[in-house]
């Protein structure tokens, strides 16, 4: 999902529906990387849509050692001006997230 549609995506659940929480935050070990969220009360009770944003791997390079022991290290090599997204909606189910699946909403 794009800048823009990700944008819009979020206005309409601001307009439509009361917002719970609201937040970006850097995922761990990727850089420039970052998982945006908003919780909102929606028409299937609460539910949270989440945008995953991450630059695209161009290289995966592997390390290996023949001391015993030692463990092989992985570099990855991420591209400057790519980024891949991932979208994904939940529903809260009793006391967990319940993922929703693609096919169930049309965006």
Known sequence: MQDEKWKEVVGMVKDKFEVIEEEEEPMEDIPRSKI????FEGPLGKMKLERETKPVVLDKKTTYSKRMGDTAT??????????????????????????????????
Do not use: C, M, N
């Not at 945006?36 to 919780?39: A, K, Y």
């Open 74 to 107: 992985v570099e990855y090599v991420y591209s400057e001006d790519e980024y891949a997204h991932k979208f994904k909606a939940y529903a809260w189910k009793g006391d967990d997230w319940v993922e929703i699946e693609a096919g169930a909403f049309d965006i």
């Open 36 to 39: 945006e969220r908003i919780v």
